[in-house]
């Protein structure tokens, strides 16, 4: 059973759209959630989120975490065509406080 | 160097031939992961190196695979008898300590024919 969930898997959109992508988790000692952006084959790192309600922002790009309904979101304002890529979510549990366990990820086209 | 790198960028080998993928992590970084993705899958945990020694290496499917990082800086993951399931991309990243943001290097896309 997958621990990480995203949706949608994929997602099509216009430039200037704005995006949410989701992610849920399952496990049980939660140590924290991270995102990445996967353009080819190497994910480049975004956020990482240990705490409830606190909004990690980077240009366009924002991302909140809710521990006790278990997912973050991912939000993308003004989209550009640079923003097309694979959009991975991972969590890191306690018991090892370092493998990421990643959700499919979330293929995100943005057309002109 | 500047980043996670890793080589060859693709690798094409014959079932049952053995292959080496190597990583060379950020300078200074003590914690080098391997993870492998498969298409359509987001990239599956195999092995964590603290140092020089595997402090996990739960996530390597059978005795197939083996990695080594002698000096505590580079990496080879070692998969041997390649069968055509093995094919996927191989990520490597490294963070400055256990538990630190892992960057990722660009990955090699193996194929096995």
């Known amino acids: 059973e997958d621990k990480v969930v995203q949706s949608p898997l994929s997602l099509v959109v216009h430039e200037g759209d704005t995006v949410t992508l989701n992610c849920s988790y399952e496990v049980t000692n939660f140590r924290s959630l991270l995102w990445y952006k996967q353009e080819k084959k190497a994910p480049t790192f975004l956020f990482m989120l240990?705490?409830?309600?606190i909004e990690k922002k980077s240009g366009r790009l924002s991302s909140i975490l809710d521990k006790k309904e278990l997912f973050s979101i991912l939000n993308i304002t003004a989209t550009q065509t640079g923003d097309s890529a694979i959009y991975l979510c991972a969590v890191v549990e306690s018991n090892s406080g370092y493998a990421l366990n990643f959700g499919k990820g979330t293929s995100l086209l943005v057309t002109p | 160097g500047a980043g996670v790198s890793q080589t060859p960028s693709n690798k094409v080998t014959e079932k049952g031939k053995y292959v080496e993928l190597r990583c060379d992590p950020i300078s200074g970084h003590t914690a080098l992961y391997w993870y492998r993705q498969s298409l359509g899958q987001g990239p599956e945990f195999l092995i964590y190196?603290?140092?020089?020694?595997?402090?996990?290496d739960s996530g390597l499917p059978n005795d197939r695979f083996f990695a080594v990082r002698p000096e505590g800086s580079v990496s080879t993951l070692k998969i041997q008898r390649t069968e055509r399931g093995d094919s996927a991309v191989y990520l490597c990243a490294s963070s400055l300590a256990r538990g630190s943001i892992a960057f990722f290097g660009q990955g090699t896309r193996l194929t096995v024919v």
């Open positions: 190196f603290q140092g020089t020694g595997a402090a996990d």
């Open positions: 240990t705490s409830s309600g």
